[in-house]
């Protein structure tokens, strides 16, 4: 599986300059708002569908804000233009071609959160490619920078992904290894990773993977969930899973409406 753009490369200076976001959807805590978590939505989706899905859970304490990713051809598919988070990388150790793209998602969402009240607590989560983009964000979150040098702004408390994968994981381990403030974010923050063993879209053995090189390099809180005989979809035992975790890391006060 490939998200590479052989036109597009590392990024164009016009994709670069034509890179908007589609529409941001926002679901409302029901109860006292404790938390804040952006969720990113997969290849060709959009930030309504994840509200839809997210609305229905018993996570009456946290606000849910749901992007759209901007619209780019896309190689996988034919260089069709859809919803992407970034156009880059096989799912391999190599960091995604497409870097600039994902470190200007990764960007657009942090600055989602750094708008969130003080004593909210923060995270983020996401389905397939839109998971590979929130574990990114925990490297950032950890190293206390984005690639580029520029300062990651936002404490994270929590990361979630599902049927994702963890882009340029070959250079994790060096680069949190490198920092004793790096290794110490890392160890603080939760990870939930849940991956279907019959995933035909992004394998299971990627979400192993991401789990075993985050694990590797110090991210000591992080849980990895397989399921038996589930596809690249979502189902509702893994939703509660999310569900009971999120209450748990993030000390939410219930997760009954």
């Known amino acids: 599986m490939s998200y590479i753009n052989p036109s597009m490369g590392s990024g164009s200076r016009t994709a670069r300059r034509t890179m908007e976001f589609g529409r941001t959807y926002v679901v409302r ?4 708002h404790q938390a804040t ?3 990113l939505h997969g290849l060709g989706d959009n930030g309504s569908s994840s509200s839809q899905l997210l609305e229905s859970l018993a996570l009456p304490n946290i606000k849910w804000i749901c992007p759209t990713a901007p619209t780019r051809p896309v190689a996988i598919l034919g260089g069709f233009a859809c919803t992407a988070w970034f156009d880059g990388g096989e799912l391999s150790e190599d960091t995604t071609s497409d870097l600039e793209s994902l470190e200007a998602s990764v960007a657009h969402i942090a600055n989602l959160l750094s708008t969130e009240p003080a004593d909210v607590k923060l995270g983020i989560g996401g389905f397939s490619m839109g998971a590979a983009t929130a574990l990114y964000s925990a490297t950032c ?8 040098g520029n300062p990651y ?7 979630i992904g599902l049927s994702g994968w963890l882009p340029g994981s070959r250079n994790v381990r060096n680069k ?3 920092s004793h403030e790096a290794a110490r974010c890392a160890a603080s923050l939760p990870i939930l990773l849940c991956h279907g063993k019959c995933d035909e879209v992004v394998p299971y053995r990627y979400g192993e993977r991401a789990s075993y090189v985050l694990s590797s390099a110090g ?12 596809g690249h ?3 509702p ?7 009971n975790w999120l209450t748990a890391r993030l000390g939410l006060e219930g997760s009954r409406r």
């Open 141 to 148: 979150f950890a190293q206390g920078k984005y690639g580029n």
């Open 37 to 39: 978590m952006v969720w």
């Open 29 to 32: 805590p029901k109860g006292k």
């Open 176 to 178: 949190i290894e490198g």
């Open 153 to 159: 702004p936002v404490n994270l408390r929590a990361v």
């Open 219 to 230: 991210f000591r809180n992080l849980q990895f969930k397989a399921y038996e005989g589930i």
């Open 237 to 243: 035992r893994e939703m509660d899973e999310v569900c």
């Open 233 to 235: 979809y979502t189902v």
